[in-house]
């Protein structure tokens, strides 16, 4: 049997103010986390889709993109030495959702502070 065909793959976007670094946005292509709420975002991923994580707004770089307790989705994990993609795993159930932090600074700011949001992906077969 021929494999299907890839899945498209997701860019998420994650965006801040330097006058607001802790209420940034979440994008996915598809829908916009409002201001403040990127914890409650929901991208919905299907097995082996590639999953990009890049930056917007004031945001300087994205330092870490750690999956949450227990939460083992993707099955090559974002890094910075692969530009921050990941691919999502394919043994999880339909609407298994788990958790992972994007981990961010902020242009301009010389305490290097690092800023963490903690979305979530949900599994969709």
């Known amino acids: 049997m021929c ?22 946005t979440l994008s ?3 829908a916009t986390s409002q201001p403040g709420k990127a914890n ?9 889709q590639t999953i990009m994580f890049r930056v917007g707004g004031d945001i300087a770089a994205i330092t870490a993109v750690p999956e949450g307790p227990g939460s083992d989705i993707f099955s090559t994990d974002p890094l910075l030495s692969n530009n921050w993609t990941g691919i999502i ?6 609407n298994d959702t788990r958790e992972y932090s994007i981990c961010y600074t902020m242009k301009g700011d010389a305490t290097g502070t690092v800023y963490t949001e903690d979305p979530k992906l949900q599994m969709k077969k």
């Open 89 to 94: 795993g394919a043994d999880l159930g339909n």
């Open 40 to 48: 409650e975002f929901k991208t919905v991923v299907v097995p082996t």
């Open 3 to 24: 494999p299907g065909p890839k899945p498209t793959p997701i860019t998420i976007t994650i965006s801040a103010t330097a006058a607001k670094p802790n209420d940034p």
């Open 28 to 30: 996915d292509g598809l």
